[in-house]
């Protein structure tokens, strides 16, 4: 019996283990581009769709551990749209839009896509799809040091 129950245990803890990762939602973008400027950090989001399987490898594998680990969080702010979803968020100029609204506005149309941007919503990098599984690590790791450069030139402008 017990056997039978630590097999059952073994097949279904690494199905639980994806079901339960979730990623920051998006709720409130300004708020966030406050982060932003007070930070110096760019925000990245990422757009997915629920029946993606790319979109829930770059979750599982990259983005979810990334959000986790300590060297990441004072480099990026990460944040979710589902873009098939009519959840209300505010946008960078406070109005309420929806995620799919919110995803059309970038004109994100294909999945998964990852865009870095600035405290104004200005795109300052960007993934599109998964050019690379193998890679995709250090190709978004080149795009987020490419976009934080770019983030402290545009902070750091004299008129």
């Known amino acids: 019996m017990i056997r039978y129950a630590l097999?059952?245990?073994l097949l279904f803890t690494p199905v639980s283990i994806a079901e339960n990762l979730t990623l920051p939602v998006a709720k409130d973008f300004l708020m966030d581009s406050q982060k932003v400027w007070k930070q110096k950090?760019?925000?990245l989001i990422m757009f997915s769709i629920p029946d993606c399987g790319y979109c829930k490898i770059i979750?599982?594998?990259?983005i979810g551990p990334m959000?986790?680990?300590?060297?990441?969080?004072g480099k990026i702010i990460i944040r979710h749209i589902d873009a098939q979803s009519f959840d209300e968020?505010?946008?960078?100029?406070?109005?309420e839009v929806s995620h799919n609204e919110f995803a059309f506005k970038y004109a994100i149309n294909f999945f998964p896509t990852v865009i870095l941007v600035d405290n104004y919503g200005s795109t300052l990098g960007k993934i599109i799809g998964v050019p690379s599984e193998d890679l995709y690590?250090?190709?978004l790791d080149e795009v987020i040091e490419k976009s934080r450069t770019k983030l402290h030139q545009r902070m750091s402008a004299t008129l």
Do not use: G, M
Not at 67 to 73: C, F, I, K, S, T
């Open 41 to 43: 950090t760019p925000i």
């Open 7 to 9: 097999l059952l245990l």
């Open 137 to 139: 690590w250090t190709d």
């Open 89 to 95: 968020i505010n946008n960078f100029y406070n109005e």
């Open 59 to 62: 979750k599982e594998e990259v």
């Open 67 to 73: 959000a986790d680990l300590e060297e990441y969080q």
